[in-house]
């Protein structure tokens, strides 16, 4: 601009050297003429004096008028370049971006603004010291080197835009961004360099990326099926869960539509369910919200099948979808409720297995003692064994639903699967068409559990194969060791298992029943109790286990019983040894402790045709002060037969301890109705030389009445 200004000067003055001649050489040209016209000399001599005055006034006040109008421009001029200046200044020293002036050819620094000074915290003047490695963190590519060939190609024309490390004063390193063009000012090629703080915008990039890993880990790690697609339907994303599931990309699925072909091809229901997923999509566009979730059952590529919850909402023009898997959720609470009723019915168990048991032990009793009087030809020996044998089945029957009863905790040792499978196969099969098949390698683990409890499970199992194959078939029992993770489908703890597997060959069962068939009481066959395998998911459940069923109409159905191994090869079985009988009369006096009248009869009668006088008593503590006097009489009782379980009074546990406190040698028999309580099952640890399992026979009560005392 100051070049502009002395060019307009310089023209301004040519100008007004031009007016000036030009009004001078006419001046000068005209008054000669009229001179010529004058024959006096001495007008003439007037004249030119008169017209010289004139002359200079005349060219006074032109010069006066066009010096003075140059004067008020090039003032005006001046000002406005001033105000120019100011303006650039402001502008120069005030932008938000740091910049910097650089010779052309040398690359040295000529100028800088305050935003530089501020940025980097230079002043001015060491600001026009400074060198390019100095305003940079020096390490490669951000070197002196890179900077002046980056430097060297805006001066050819070339402008470059990148991004640097730059360093303060102080040595703080920052991102900045760097634009470099050439210029020309006052006629000197220049650089002109343009250096932005980009840091706050870099942290904040990283830390977009860092929540965008942050969320794809999240998708990819979520336990449910997420995706998303355009309002065109055309999918964009599908995390892991979904790729798992259906075993497809979106370039194998690139539509929703094809996903849903894909997913909801599972029974009669899927083209409902599809229209309904459109409808979801739909109303999603229209309405701009969630649509209602859409629960329906989607077919995996390994062929099983999920329940999922399906939520559809509209993002960013995105169509975003979750299936939620609910089969899990659903299996859990169809075990909750199954514990649940479970739960009660071990209540009612547990409220009437004392009364029940009591009451079958009177008939029970009564009908072997009745045996036992009878002669073998006697019309009534055969009615007495057909109420016998209907009185075991009653027994059995109150044995099985007292498995859910509380109190019947398994007692647990290492058993074989191996043996416990050939022995209730050998028992429930034998007679029957079924052929058998046994895959269990000695290198199955033994499990820990009740043998009895599991013996039991085995046979309802093996019975409700029978039962689905009327006309013969194949029962298959495969035994394997394995190794459940901690997040397992079958919501076991995670540890070492044995899986034995029960196949048979019958129709099946539908889908429908098989959501109850573990129910108490539910049964689908004519005369069932509905019991068996409800007491066997009892059993399992109370083993720590979980039994599995996978079945179809017409397909068979196979059980597969999950149990906690050992860890240690299946042992040896054990010789149970046989008790010895008493042989010829006996003596001695029995104390016989129940809370029914009856079974005290039932005891008396018993123990007297055996030979032995008896004393009854209704709860413990008679038990205990009956014997302590006896003992201080001097006549010891020869053994006292005591209920374990005595409502509202002290039971057999705590008399058999005071008892023992007294006399240590006490022959003392614990009698139950629990088979599985850990007093009947290890009565030795108890006290008690031996053990009578409500409802008892004659036999039994004479085989107890042959151990001998604890010491």
Not at 120 to 140: D, K
Not at 649 to 661: C, F, P, T, Y
């Amino acid at each position: 601009m100051r070049t502009d200004l002395k060019k307009g000067a310089r023209r301004e003055i040519n100008r007004i050297v031009g007016i000036y001649a030009l009004v001078g050489c006419t001046w000068i040209l005209l008054s000669g003429r009229f001179l010529r016209l004058i024959a006096e000399p001495a007008m003439v001599s007037r004249i030119e004096v008169y017209k010289g005055l004139f002359f200079v006034l005349l060219t006074s006040g032109l010069l006066y008028q066009l010096i003075g109008g140059f004067v008020r421009r090039h003032a005006d001029a001046v000002r406005q370049l001033a105000e120019s200046e100011e303006s650039f200044q402001t502008i120069y020293h005030n932008v938000n971006d740091a910049l910097f002036i650089h010779d052309a050819a040398s690359g040295e620094i000529v100028d800088v603004n305050q935003t530089m000074c501020n940025m980097f915290g230079y002043s001015h003047a060491e600001a026009l010291q400074m060198q390019v490695q100095e305003l940079s963190s020096g390490a490669a590519p951000y070197s002196q080197q890179e900077a002046r060939r980056l430097l060297s190609l805006a001066a050819k024309g070339v402008p470059q835009t990148f991004e640097w490390r730059s360093k303060k004063k102080d040595g703080t390193v920052f991102w900045s961004e760097v634009n470099m063009r050439d210029t020309n000012i006052n006629g000197h090629a220049r650089v002109m360099v343009m250096v932005r703080d980009i840091d706050t915008r870099k942290k904040a990039e990283k830390a977009l990326r860092q929540n965008e890993e942050i969320l794809k880990v999240l998708m990819e790690e979520m336990p449910a099926g997420v995706g998303w697609a355009d309002e065109s339907g055309t999918i964009q994303y599908l995390n892991g869960c979904l790729i798992d599931w259906f075993g497809c990309t979106p370039a194998e699925v690139p539509t929703i539509e094809e996903l849903m072909l894909r997913a909801l091809a599972v029974d009669e229901q899927a083209p409902e369910n599809r229209e309904t997923w459109k409808s979801a999509i739909a109303a999603a566009r229209e309405k701009h919200a969630a649509a209602p979730p859409v629960e329906a059952r989607v077919v995996c590529r390994d062929g099983s099948v999920r329940r999922v919850i399906l939520n559809i909402r509209l993002v960013q023009h995105r169509i975003l979808f979750i299936f939620t898997d609910i089969t899990r959720w659903e299996a859990m609470q169809a075990e909750i409720l199954k514990a649940q009723k479970l739960e009660s019915l071990g209540v009612m168990a547990g409220g009437i297995a004392h009364d029940f048991k009591n009451i079958l032990t009177g008939i029970l009793g009564n009908i072997s003692f009745a045996g036992m009087l009878v002669e073998e030809a006697h019309p009534a020996r055969k009615p007495l064994e057909h109420a016998e044998k209907a009185s075991l089945r009653a027994a059995e029957l109150a044995h099985q639903l007292l498995t859910f009863a509380k109190g019947g905790e398994p007692i647990k040792k290492s058993v074989s699967v191996a043996a416990l499978v050939q022995e209730c196969l050998s028992l429930v099969v034998h007679g029957s068409k079924v052929r058998t098949e046994v895959d269990i390698a000695t290198s199955v683990h033994a499990i820990e559990a009740d043998e009895g409890q599991i013996n039991q499970a085995f046979n309802n199992v093996i019975i409700n194969a029978l039962q689905s194959m009327p006309g013969g078939g194949t029962l298959s029992v495969h035994g394997a060791n394995v190794s459940l993770s901690a997040k397992n489908d079958l919501q076991l703890p995670p540890g070492d298992y044995v899986r034995i597997a029960f196949a048979d060959q019958g129709g099946g069962i539908s889908h429908e029943n098989q959501k109850m068939i573990f129910d108490p009481y539910f049964t689908t066959k004519s005369g069932g109790t509905g019991l068996g395998l409800a007491s066997v998911h009892s059993i399992v459940s109370r083993h720590n286990g979980s039994i599995q069923v996978d079945s179809s109409p017409g397909a068979g159905t196979t059980f597969s019983l999950y149990l906690p191994a050992s860890g240690a090869s299946s042992p040896e079985p054990e010789a149970a040894p046989e008790p010895a009988l008493p042989e010829g009369g006996a003596e001695g006096v029995i104390l016989v402790m129940d809370d029914e009248e009856t079974i005290r009869t039932l005891a008396t009668d018993m123990l007297e045709y055996l030979g032995y006088r008896v004393v009854t008593c209704g709860n413990g503590e008679e038990a205990v002060r009956l014997y302590i006097e006896a003992g201080e009489a001097g006549t010891t009782f020869h053994a006292a037969v005591m209920d374990l379980t005595v409502p509202a009074g002290m039971g057999g546990k705590e008399a058999a301890r005071q008892i023992l406190d007294y006399d240590p040698r006490a022959r003392l028999i614990v009698s139950s109705g629990y088979s599985n309580d850990p007093v009947v099952a290890m009565h030795r640890d108890y006290g008690f030389c031996a053990a009578v399992i409500k409802p008892y026979r004659y036999a039994e009560m004479q085989q107890a009445l042959a151990c001998r005392n604890r010491t």
